[in-house]
């Protein structure tokens, strides 16, 4: 099991900027995918961005031109860029990892959550 640690989340007025960070407990043996997604009130968790072991990203088309997400191999940490923020990116981000540890065992695991507020 590989623990995130999330940071970076908080109020912003709409056109502003945040930045998300998510850090890994520990390094990765292999790793599927990282990256974060996201829940707003009354909706289902859905896919910001995520970022495979090749580097090829996927983006939810809500957030393509405005969200940028990066990962750094050697610090095992992932982060996500956003700009011009809309009232409607309000939602609770949370970061996930899935990944095999030596033995091939396979984990599926997620932060606690870092709320984006975007808000006039």
């Known amino acids: 099991q590989v623990q995130l640690v999330e940071s970076g989340g908080g109020l912003v007025q709409p056109g502003g900027s945040l930045r998300l960070s998510c850090a890994a407990s520990?390094?990765?043996?292999?790793?599927?995918?990282m990256g974060w997604y996201r829940r707003a009130p009354g909706k289902q968790r859905e896919l910001v961005a995520v970022?495979?072991?090749?580097?090829?990203?996927n983006y939810a088309d809500s957030v393509k031109g405005r969200f940028t997400l990066s990962r750094d191999n050697a610090k095992n940490t992932v982060d996500l860029q956003m700009n011009s923020l809309r009232p409607e990116d309000t939602a609770v981000y949370l970061c996930?990892?899935?990944?095999?540890?030596?033995?091939?065992?396979?984990?599926?695991?997620w932060g606690q959550g870092t709320q984006v507020t975007v808000s006039s």
């Open positions: 970022i495979d072991s090749s580097g090829r990203t």
């Open positions: 996930n990892i899935q990944s095999a540890d030596a033995t091939g065992s396979r984990s599926d695991d």
């Open positions: 520990r390094r990765i043996f292999s790793f599927y995918t």
